[in-house]
């Protein structure tokens, strides 16, 4: 009987990801027939290459917000952070820090205000969505403090090596995206952390009844939105070579997009972290077409909305169907 369930969840988990990838096939079809109707191209491996590496940011970033959506909550802070790591690093890279130090400095601050994110949701038993909305708020404001709301820029040229380089052709970045998934889906999948989180997401009471250190566990899926949001920004200030302090406004928009279209249920419990990346490159492709065919960005903002709103409603109508 037990073999029975697995085989169906297996076969449940295959069909989510087929459709998922059918859609990305779609999307793609469609808008290669539309540029090639307009005289334009969207087909071409130049802007693949181009698409995947535009939405590393994003990818890397949904990375932890996946994990933390997987335990039932969310985190509206990654934007803020993004923003943060840019001036912060920005501002130690002036001052003469080695890019390496700058690098695991702001990573482990990064991961620091995630974690203190997670302790006033497990110990302090607020809600996701208003501890995060604040600390939102609170490291954005800290970012115009550190430089008084004016940007950096002036860094050495190493800190551009670490995401503009090239392997055999393939942007460093799209290596690490991958490597990056690679070593979390083999985590949620193969340890007990990961089994934990899809538990507490799954129901929170059952995983204390069996031992679970709920807390404990909370606290460390919002360490790792913290570190994957600080990853984010220190790809964004190597690409641009530029830190503003308003860098990542709408990205927690983003990842949650990402994470909804890549199919993990906004309840928790549910999903596959790999498809996120699936999910973020659907956000890519959607962002990167609507530009080639001139959409204005309003209309663009109203499309991806409504995707967003699309996905989650197919979500909500699989529970009431599995119900």
Known sequence: MKNAKNQGASKNIDIQSLSLYIGAILIFVVFTGLCSAFGKS??????????????????????????????????????????????????????????????????????????????????????????????????????????????????????????????????ISIIYVFLLYAIMITVMKKTRLGRWIYAIGGNANAAKLAGIKINKIEMIAYGFGGLFASIGGIFLLSRLAYADPNAGSGYELDAIAAVVIGGIALSGGKGNIGNTL???????????????LNVPVYFQTIIIGMTIIAAVFLDKAKERKAE
């Open 278 to 292: 699936v999910g973020a490159l659907i956000l890519g492709m959607l962002k990167c077409g609507l530009q080639i």
């Open 42 to 171: 969207f087909c071409t491996l130049g802007n693949m290459k181009n698409i995947i590496n535009q939405s590393a940011v994003i990818a890397v970033i949904a990375i932890g917000q996946s994990i933390i959506i997987l335990t039932g909550g969310i985190d509206l802070s990654v934007g803020s952070i993004v923003g943060f790591v840019g001036i912060f690093g920005g501002l130690l890279l002036k001052s003469g820090v080695p890019v390496t130090l700058v690098v695991l400095i702001v990573v482990v601050t990064g991961c620091l205000i995630g974690i203190i994110n997670g302790v006033f949701v497990s110990y302090g038993k607020v809600p996701s969505f208003i501890v995060t909305l604040g600390s939102m708020q609170i490291v954005r404001g800290l970012t115009m403090v550190l430089n008084h709301g004016r940007p950096v820029s002036g860094f050495p040229s190493e800190l551009r090596m670490i995401v503009n380089t090239k392997v055999m052709g393939i942007p």
